[in-house]
C-alpha cells in the first residue's frame, strides 16, 4: 500500500493538495479491500471511479461535488450551454478551486498509444468546458491493468513494457501518482490546462510521442 509519486511538478501547494486527497483514496482503497472481500473502487467504470474519489476527498476534509453544473464552450455559432463537469474539488478555505474532467483506461501488457489517446480525450473534455465555477481546469485519467494481469505471476507481469510507457507519459503532465498495492496499480496522471486554454489540438498531446 502506497501512493508513489512519478511527477511532482514545481507548484509545492498544488502537489501537497494532490497528493494529500490520493493518500486519503489509497487508504480508503485498502480498506474497502480488506473490509469488502477483496472489492476495489477502480475495477469498474470511470463513474464509480469518480464516485470513489468524491469520498477520498471528504476523509481529506476537502470540498467536492460530482457532475457539478458547469458551461459547455466550443458550440455552434459561440453559442453556450448548461453542462457538467466530472468533478468539483476544493480545499477546505477555498484556495485551491479546481474543475475536473475524468477518463478511465484499462492498459495491456504492451499497451502505448492508447494510453495517450485516453488523455487527450480527457483534455479535450477539459478543454470544452468553462471555468467559471473554478480557478483551474484538469483533464484526468486513471489507468488500471486488465483482469490478466491478476492472473499473472510477478515475474511475468515484469514484462509488461506498458508500466514502463505510463512513467514516460507521466513527463508530458503536471503530476502523475501510482496507488499500488494488493488491488493492483492505479496510475493517476492529471494536466493542467491553462486559464486561456480554448484550441483543443492545441493542448492535446502528439499520438507517436510513445512510439519507440
Known amino acids: ?99 475536473l474532467e475524468f477518463k478511465q483506461r484499462w492498459y495491456g501488457p504492451g499497451s502505448r498509444r492508447g494510453l495517450v489517446t485516453s488523455l487527450n480525450d480527457a483534455i479535450k473534455c477539459a478543454v470544452d468546458r468553462d471555468k467559471r465555477e473554478a480557478n483551474v481546469r484538469w483533464a484526468v485519467t486513471v489507468y488500471c491493468p486488465v483482469d490478466k494481469w491478476y492472473e499473472q505471476s510477478e515475474n511475468e507481469r515484469g514484462g509488461w513494457t506498458s508500466a514502463k510507457a505510463l512513467e514516460d507519459l507521466a513527463a508530458h503532465v503536471d503530476l502523475a501518482f501510482c496507488l499500488d498495492g494488493i488491488m493492483g496499480p492505479a496510475y493517476l496522471l492529471l494536466k493542467k490546462l491553462p486559464g486561456g486554454a480554448r484550441s483543443v489540438a492545441r493542448h492535446q498531446l502528439r499520438s507517436d510521442i510513445l512510439d519507440k
Open 1 to 99: 500500500m502506497g501512493v508513489h509519486v512519478i511527477k511532482r511538478g514545481s507548484d509545492e501547494q498544488t502537489f501537497a493538495f494532490c497528493k494529500r486527497w490520493l493518500t486519503a483514496a489509497d487508504s480508503l482503497r485498502a480498506h474497502l479491500h480488506d473490509e469488502g472481500e477483496g472489492f476495489d473502487p477502480f475495477r469498474y467504470n470511470e463513474t464509480a471511479t469518480v464516485g470513489f474519489l468524491v469520498a477520498a476527498a471528504g476523509r481529506a476534509r476537502m470540498l467536492a461535488l460530482p457532475e457539478f453544473t458547469e458551461d459547455c464552450k466550443n458550440l455552434p455559432e459561440g453559442r453556450v450551454r448548461a453542462g457538467r463537469c466530472d468533478l468539483w474539488l476544493a480545499s477546505e478555505d477555498w484556495k485551491i478551486n479546481w474543475l
